[in-house]
Each structure stands twice: as structure tokens, then as C-alpha cells.
């Protein structure tokens, strides 16, 4: 091993994981409402996959990303 090795690090700071896990937990359940607001007052004829799939999979992401930050600054290093 090189002498010169660095130490890994996170390419976020620390005191920013309770906030990134609040804003990105509630960014994805505000479209998780939207998703299942969408899916109960739109008829079969009017829905469009698309926007299912998009909906679905940005909300994913969010709540996701969200519970990531929301282990980390709970102590759970993943």
C-alpha cells in the first residue's frame, strides 16, 4: 500500500445529514401524495404511464436519498 494514502471521506459534511435527510424525506412524500392523489382522481382513460413512472421513480429517489441521510446521522454508517 502507498505511504501516501489518503483517508476516505464524505464528500458531504457531517452536520449536513439531518437536514438533507428532513428535505429530501419530505420532497418525496409530497409526491408520494401526488402520485396516489393522481391515481384516485383520474379516470383509467385519462392516466398517462409516463407520468406514473416519472412520479414513481423521482419519489423513489427522494425517499431513497432520504433515508440514507436519515441513517447516517442516526449513527448507522451504510
Given at each position: 500500500?502507498?505511504?501516501?494514502?489518503?483517508a476516505?471521506?464524505?464528500?458531504?459534511?457531517?452536520?449536513?445529514?439531518?437536514?438533507l435527510?428532513?428535505?429530501?424525506l419530505a420532497?418525496?412524500l409530497v409526491l408520494?401524495?401526488?402520485?396516489?392523489?393522481?391515481?384516485?382522481?383520474?379516470?383509467?382513460r385519462?392516466?398517462?404511464?409516463?407520468?406514473?413512472l416519472?412520479?414513481?421513480?423521482v419519489a423513489s429517489?427522494f425517499?431513497?436519498?432520504?433515508?440514507?441521510?436519515?441513517?447516517l446521522?442516526?449513527?448507522v454508517?451504510?
Open positions: 500500500m502507498a505511504p501516501t494514502a489518503k476516505i471521506t464524505s464528500p458531504v459534511p457531517d452536520a449536513w445529514y439531518p437536514t435527510a428532513v428535505v429530501m420532497i418525496g408520494t401524495a401526488s402520485f396516489f392523489i393522481y391515481e384516485a382522481t383520474s379516470s383509467k385519462n392516466r398517462s404511464l409516463a407520468k406514473e416519472t412520479t414513481g421513480g429517489v425517499l431513497g436519498f432520504g433515508s440514507l441521510f436519515l441513517l446521522s442516526a449513527g454508517y451504510v
